[in-house]
C-alpha cells in the first residue's frame, strides 16, 4: 500500500514512547500483573530489550488454556496466516477508523496477538503517534530490528483480566482466538473484558472461522467429527460460541454492527491461497492431534492428513472466514 501517513517525527516518535512507559506504569499497578512471567514488565523498546523471550518455557503453572506450548514452525505458521488473510482480505482490518489511523493518536490493542505480526504490519503503515499493544499468554517473538518505538508486547493470561484500565483503547482487534481452546463461559468473561478496556466510540473488530468446512470429503468430516467429540468432552463447543459472536456485537452496547464472510480454497486445487491454507491446517491440526490422538505414531498422521489433503482436492473443499466489527456505545 501506499504510505499516505506523514514522515516520522521524532518528538512525536519520542511522545508516543512516553505515552507507553505510562502505560507500562498503569500495568504493572494492576493486580493482574502478576500473570506476567517473573513480574517482568514487557511494555516498550526500551523495557523490553532486557527480556529474552524463551519459546520453550513451561506456561503450565499459570495459564488456563488447554494449548500446549508453540514451537517455531507454529510461529511460520502463525505470520504466514497473517500475510494470507491481509491478501485475501487486501486490508489489516474492516472498521472505518483508516482516516483517525491516519491522522494519528489512537491507542489500539491486539487480543492473543502471537508472533506480533499485525501490530508491526500496523505500526509500520500508520501514523506514528499511534500507540500499538499486544497482548498474548506465549512469548511474543518479534525481530528486534522490527520493533517500533510505539509497539509493545505484555506476555500475561487474558482469563486474569485485560491488564488495562477502563476505556484505554480506540479500537481492540481479536483474530482466531476461540477455535480449540475457549469455552463459551470463558469467551463470554474475555469479550466483557474487551469492552470494558474499549473507549465510548470505539471500534472492536473480530475475525474467526466458521466452524466447519463447505464440501468436506468423508474423512475429513470424519475427522471433524472426533475433534468436535473430543473438544466438547473438555467442555468447548467453538460452534455455539463463535455463533454468538454477531449477537453479542448486536446488543445494546454496540451500534454500526457490519459482518463480512470470506470464502478460502483449502488445497492444491486453490492454487497459491489454496497451498497456503492448507499449509495452515495441517501445522495447526497436527499440533491438536498430539492431544486428542496421541496415540497415533509420526507415520499414521501423515498418511490421516495426505488423505485429507487430497479430498480437498476431490471435493473442492473451502473455508468461511468471517470479519465483523461494532463501535462501542
Known sequence: MTDRSPSPNPRKQ??????????????????????LINN?????NDIDDHY??????????????????????????????????????????????????????????DVGCGSGTWI????????????YIGIDILPILPD????????????????????????TFDFVCERFLIYPDLTDSQWKY???EIKRVLKPGGYLEIMEYRIGFDNPG???????????????????DPETTINSIPHMLQSSSFSDFHKQDKIC??????????LMMLNSYETSQKALNKRFQPGLTEEETDDLFASIASEFDEYKTQLVNFRCYARKN
Not at 519520542?14 to 500473570?35: G, H, Q, V, W, Y
Not at 502463525?78 to 491481509?86: E, Q, T
Not at 508491526?120 to 500507540?131: C, Q, S, V
Not at 468423508?218 to 468447548?236: C, E
Open 265 to 274: 480454497p483449502i488445497g492444491r486445487w486453490g492454487g497459491e491461497i489454496g
Open 120 to 131: 508491526l504490519d500496523m505500526a509500520k503503515e500508520y501514523h506514528p503517534t499511534n500507540i
Open 52 to 109: 529474552k523471550p524463551n519459546i520453550t518455557h513451561d506456561l503450565k503453572s499459570f495459564h488456563k488454556y488447554n494449548f500446549p506450548s508453540f514451537n517455531d514452525e507454529d510461529l511460520e505458521r502463525l505470520n504466514l496466516d497473517h500475510y494470507l488473510f491481509r491478501f485475501q482480505w487486501q486490508s489489516n482490518f474492516s472498521s472505518p477508523i483508516e482516516q483517525n489511523l491516519l491522522s494519528g493518536g489512537l491507542k489500539v490493542l
Open 144 to 167: 528486534e530490528n522490527s520493533r517500533l518505538s510505539n509497539t509493545g508486547f505484555i506476555q500475561c493470561d487474558l482469563l486474569n483480566g485485560i491488564p488495562f484500565p477502563d476505556s
Open 14 to 35: 519520542s511522545d508516543a514512547s512516553s505515552l507507553l512507559l505510562e502505560l507500562a506504569k498503569i500495568f504493572c499497578l494492576k493486580k493482574f500483573s502478576r500473570a
Open 218 to 236: 468423508p474423512i475429513t468430516q470424519n475427522r471433524n467429527d472426533q475433534v468436535f467429540r473430543y473438544l466438547n468432552s473438555k467442555g468447548i
Open 40 to 44: 517482568k514488565p514487557l511494555l516498550n
Open 190 to 192: 474475555l469479550f466483557s
